[in-house]
Each structure stands twice: as structure tokens, then as C-alpha cells.
């Protein structure tokens, strides 16, 4: 699936820029299944997670000229838009905050067996790095990136005083780096 | 905040984790424009982060790509024919901004007149119904206290027809009791009649008493004082006041006794009395 050639990431943006369709079918064999991990992290079903990545890489296409490299790489800013717009979607299904708290408690234990094969995903790493985790360092970082939630969310989630989830939080994330070293 | 306080406050990880507040991410924003290491920290930890989102990779379905390039094709085509609307014109801007025709504006103000009105005209009737509301509860008030004058003045007609009968008896004898001695004002009239032996006291004068007492009627009978009963005083009191009938009788007086009457007359408070 990937291409037989690879693009720089400069290359990308300026063939992006000049609506060049083989860059931004390149673009999408090589990132579509991060950003639709995210999409269905988010949504938790594979129908509106198909909707919500279409809606992503027509809006890359449509506003690359909107993406500021001095912010941020291009990976970057696509997993924003995905994020965002699978979050805007979970939000107009109005699900609730228990609805919420409900994905994040069946991912838990569907983690593995929810990753179709792709060749680039490492899940030996994976594994590794998800079992040294807690399920409560899992489910903060999740919670906040795949949900949205606010602090004050996390914070009724979890029962936890409010003023501790960001502390909770970064030692979450120091355990996830520290992991990724031995990976 | 200098750079390291930065690194260790949590608002690089509370950012990548998506868990920043817009102020937190304005303010590391500045932290990582004017800190080399602010930046070259966010953006480790902002790979690390991807590096957990990649793990969690899952290749979406075959069908997703030709759905794609065929929306895209379709979308280039009519941007190419001028025919295209751009739908993400301005997708960053969170204020939408909601354009209203003039047809509606004139709905919209004609609504807002209409209802104004309807607010105006429902004070002004509501302050008249509670004018019509406090008007006719005046009304019926008084017109409840002139039925009840009109009752009383009834019923002293009524009394007043009667004792025109009793008067206008032909066998009525009317005995005049004046003052005694002691009470020289006091005046009191006794109706007598002679064929039914009715006998019937009319106060014309005298003082009122205390509530534990009364004034008794009685009939001097071969120098012995009888028993006629006793009556009432003051405006509640009938003008005629029906009392024990007799025979014979030489004379009549009245005393101000304890409430309910005594077997014997207390004779100095007899007020009036009269001879026949």
C-alpha cells in the first residue's frame, strides 16, 4: 500500500499546494490509518469514523494553504483537524459525558483487538508500551485527547480533586516518553 | 515563568494531550516563541504524543479512498466549471455568522412591533381590570350592607306595626311611670290590656346598665310587689317589650336588679313608677 517512492515533507506541502491529486493520494496511503485511528478512537464506530476521515482529507485538501509550517509539521496539523473534527462530531451526536466514559471503559479492554494490520504500525511497541501503562494513566491521556474532556471532566470521570489532573496528567505522559525510549 | 518552570508546571503535556485550556495554550505558545528550550521540549514531548496516536494506527476501509478521489474529482470539476461553493470558506472562524434575508428582517421587526403592542395592550387591560375588579367589589360591599339596613329597617317596621296594634287596642290602658325621687328623668310606660290581660313595657328613658344587670318589672298587687319579669335596654331592645300578663294590679314600678332578675324588688333602685 505504501508508495514506491517517498515525498519530503516540504515536497508534500508544496505538491498539496499546487492540488497536485498523486501527492495527496500518496498523502493519504501514508497517513490514513493514523488519522483514522483517531477518528474511530473518537467515534468508536466504523461508519461515522469512515464519514469523519473524508470530511479530514477533503478539508487538507481544501485549506492547505491555511497550514503554517513555522507552527508545526504537517502531521501535526492533520491529526488537529482530525481530532477536531471527530471531537465536533462526537459532540453534535450529543453523546454524554457517560456515553463518554463508557467508550473509554470498553477500549480498555478491546485495545488490541481492535487494530486492523497495517505494515507501518509497530505493535509489538504497541503492547509494550500499553502494558507498562496504568489503566488510569491510559485513561487520562485518552480521556483528554480522544474525548476532549475538560479538567473539570476528567476530574468528575475519575474522582479526583480538580487541582491534581494536570500533575496526573504529566506523569501519565513522562511514563508514556520513558516507555517510548525502550521501545 | 522562566523556561524550567515552564517544562516542569505540566502545561507542555496538559497542551499535547489536548487538555490545555485556549488561555494555558496561548501562554505556552508565547513560552515556546521566546524559550528555545520551551520549544525544543514541546516538541519532543508533541512527538512522543504522535508516537501513541500512530500505535493506535487502523487502516480504514478499502471502499474510503475512491469515495474520496471521487468527491475530490467532483469538487475540482465544478470548481473548474465555476459552479463549486466553497463549504469550508472560513472553517477556523468560530463565530458563524447567520445571514438574514429582508423579507424576514421585515418579519422579524413586524413581529417584534406586534409584540410590543401586545405587551402595551396587555398592561393597559390588565390595569383596567383590576379598576373594573376593585370598583366591583365596592359595589357589592354597600350593596350587601343596604340589604342588611334594609332588613333592620324592616323588622322595626315590622316591630312598629305591632306596636301601633297594641297601642291602637281599644282595651289597652296606658300607664305612665315618671322618675322616683332619686331618678327624676327616668321614664317608663306600661301597655296594659285589659280584656287579654297582656301586659307590655315601653322604655322611653332610662340610664343603661352594666352588663351584670337588668331592670324588672313589677306589679304592685293588694300592696304586695309581683314578679313581671325583665327587660331589655338600649338600641338592640325592642320599643315593646311583652312582659307577664295580670290580673289586678294597684300600681307599677321598675328596679335595676342583678342580671336575670331577684324574688324581691330592691327598692332604692327603683328608677320609675306609676299608679294605674
Known amino acids: 500500500m505504501e508508495s514506491a517512492f517517498t515525498y519530503t515533507e516540504s515536497e508534500l506541502i508544496q505538491g498539496l499546494k499546487a492540488k497536485d491529486?498523486?501527492?495527496f493520494s500518496y498523502l493519504y496511503d501514508r497517513y490514513s490509518p493514523a488519522l483514522y485511528g483517531v477518528a474511530l478512537k473518537v467515534l468508536n464506530d466504523?461508519?461515522?469514523a469512515s464519514d469523519c476521515l473524508q470530511e479530514v482529507f477533503m478539508k487538507i485538501w481544501r485549506n492547505i494553504d491555511r497550514y503554517d509550517e513555522s507552527k508545526g509539521r504537517l502531521f501535526t496539523w492533520m491529526l488537529n483537524i482530525t481530532r477536531n473534527t471527530a471531537i465536533d462530531t462526537l459532540r453534535s451526536k450529543a453523546h454524554k459525558m457517560d456515553q463518554k466514559i463508557q467508550d473509554i471503559g470498553d477500549d480498555v479492554h478491546l485495545y488490541t483487538g481492535n487494530l486492523a494490520v497495517h505494515p507501518s504500525v509497530d505493535h509489538l511497541g504497541l503492547s509494550k508500551v500499553l502494558e507498562k501503562l496504568t489503566k488510569e494513566q491510559r485513561i487520562i491521556i485518552d480521556l483528554a485527547y480522544y474525548k476532549g474532556c475538560t479538567q473539570e471532566e476528567i476530574s468528575k470521570v475519575l474522582?479526583?480533586?480538580l487541582g491534581t489532573v494536570k500533575t496526573r496528567m504529566r506523569n501519565a505522559i513522562i511514563q508514556?516518553?520513558?516507555l517510548l525510549k525502550l521501545v | 515563568m522562566g523556561a524550567t518552570s515552564y517544562i516542569s508546571s505540566g502545561i507542555i503535556e496538559?497542551?499535547?494531550s489536548g487538555l490545555a485550556s485556549s488561555i494555558e495554550r496561548e501562554e505556552l505558545e508565547l513560552a515556546i516563541a521566546q524559550y528555545p528550550e520551551v520549544a525544543a521540549e514541546y516538541r519532543s514531548c508533541q512527538q512522543d504524543m504522535e508516537q501513541y496516536i500512530i500505535f493506535q494506527s487502523v487502516t480504514p476501509p478499502a471502499t474510503l479512498k475512491e469515495k474520496l478521489l471521487l468527491q475530490l474529482d467532483t469538487e475540482e470539476t465544478a470548481r473548474a466549471n465555476g459552479t463549486y461553493v466553497d463549504v469550508d470558506a472560513a472553517p477556523e472562524t468560530p463565530a458563524r455568522k447567520i445571514l438574514v434575508s429582508g423579507a424576514w428582517r421585515w418579519v422579524a421587526a413586524a413581529s417584534f412591533l406586534l409584540l410590543?403592542?401586545?405587551v402595551l395592550l396587555n398592561y393597559t387591560q390588565f390595569t383596567r381590570y383590576n379598576d373594573m375588579r376593585q370598583k366591583y367589589e365596592a359595589l357589592v360591599t354597600s350593596n350587601t350592607s343596604m340589604a342588611a339596613e334594609t332588613n333592620v329597617y324592616r323588622t322595626r317596621l315590622e316591630q312598629a306595626e305591632q306596636n301601633l296594634h297594641i297601642v291602637q287596642d281599644p282595651s289597652m290602658k296606658t300607664v305612665k311611670m315618671p322618675g322616683t325621687k332619686p331618678f327624676p328623668t327616668a321614664l317608663a310606660t306600661v301597655y296594659w290590656n285589659q280584656t287579654s290581660k297582656?301586659?307590655?313595657?315601653?322604655?322611653?328613658?332610662?340610664?343603661?346598665p352594666t352588663s351584670d344587670k337588668q331592670y324588672q318589672l313589677w306589679a304592685i298587687v293588694d300592696g304586695k310587689?309581683?314578679?313581671?319579669g325583665v327587660f331589655e335596654t338600649g338600641t338592640d331592645a325592642k320599643v315593646m317589650q311583652k312582659m307577664k300578663s295580670v290580673d289586678n294590679a294597684e300600681m307599677f314600678a321598675v328596679t335595676l336588679e342583678k342580671k336575670g332578675g331577684s324574688p324581691e324588688p330592691t327598692l332604692d333602685q327603683m328608677y320609675v313608677a306609676g299608679k294605674i
Do not use: T
Open chain 2, 198 to 208: 297582656e301586659v307590655f313595657v315601653m322604655v322611653n328613658n332610662l340610664p343603661q
Open chain 1, 159 to 161: 474522582e479526583i480533586p
Open chain 1, 46 to 48: 466504523e461508519s461515522n
Open chain 1, 176 to 178: 508514556l516518553r520513558n
Open chain 2, 116 to 118: 410590543a403592542g401586545s
Open chain 1, 21 to 23: 491529486q498523486k501527492v
Open chain 2, 14 to 16: 496538559a497542551y499535547v
Open chain 2, 225 to 228: 310587689p309581683v314578679d313581671m
